[in-house]
């Protein structure tokens, strides 16, 4: 099913009718500030397992996201970081970066790899906002591909929802999406690290 959502003032009868498909284990597919994505919600491990399955990964070997509020959330799902990390997050966020960081045993095993690291994200998209206000933790986000090897990542909600939409409970059309995903910083060793550069400027680590 394909729903539009506003981009920039998202509807609360919508955000609420996404947010219980997630709370009762769905999986919807939605726009972020780069790419569009799968998504579902942190305690809902069966719909983790499943969102795997399209993507063909095992799930311990996932290196699947979650989308926070703020600093204080992400705070919560990371083990303590130095100030130097804070102050980095600070400059980054709401914006086009994943930071990893050492997972808080407030994240559910399921999630993390074996190295007990977390992808952290906090989307500047009001849509993502809303859904994770009405939510009240965190969703698992993973990068939606192409079904086309040409392209990347599919940037058409009407197309996602043709061609990926039988896979999913719900594809939010936020309208039209990126074709660059988000710039991964690993922060777990000495000193900050690119490990993809993306949308996000790594010119922040200066």
């Known amino acids: 099913m394909l729903?539009?959502?506003?981009?920039?003032?998202?509807?609360?009868?919508?955000?609420?009718?996404?947010?219980?498909?997630?709370?009762?284990?769905?999986?919807?597919?939605?726009?972020?500030?780069?790419?569009?994505?799968?998504?579902?919600?942190?305690?809902?491990?069966?719909?983790?397992?499943?969102?795997?399955?399209?993507?063909?990964?095992?799930?311990?070997?996932?290196?699947?996201?979650?989308?926070?509020?703020?600093?204080?959330?992400?705070?919560?799902?990371?083990?303590?970081?130095?100030?130097?990390?804070?102050?980095?997050?600070?400059?980054?966020?709401?914006?086009?970066?994943?930071?990893?960081?050492?997972?808080?045993s407030e994240v559910p095993g399921v999630f993390r790899d074996r190295r007990k690291t977390i992808g952290l994200r906090i989307p500047d998209h009001a849509i993502i906002q809303a859904l994770l206000a009405e939510l009240g933790h965190p969703m698992v986000v993973a990068s939606l591909h192409d079904l086309d090897s040409i392209r990347t990542y599919p940037t058409d909600p009407e197309i996602i929802d043709e061609e990926q939409g039988h896979d999913v409970d719900i594809v939010v059309d936020g309208g039209a999406g990126n074709l660059i995903a988000s710039t991964v910083i690993d922060c777990t060793a000495d000193e900050p690290e690119v490990v993809r550069e993306g949308a996000g400027d790594v010119g922040i680590l200066n």
């Open 3 to 104: 729903l539009p959502i506003h981009p920039v003032n998202p509807e609360p009868r919508k955000i609420k009718q996404v947010a219980d498909i997630l709370r009762n284990g769905g999986i919807a597919i939605i726009p972020t500030d780069t790419i569009y994505a799968y998504v579902c919600d942190i305690y809902q491990a069966r719909a983790f397992e499943k969102i795997c399955r399209l993507k063909e990964v095992k799930p311990n070997k996932a290196n699947f996201s979650l989308l926070c509020s703020d600093l204080s959330n992400i705070s919560q799902f990371a083990r303590p970081f130095d100030r130097s990390i804070y102050k980095l997050l600070n400059r980054a966020f709401p914006g086009a970066y994943t930071f990893i960081l050492e997972a808080s």
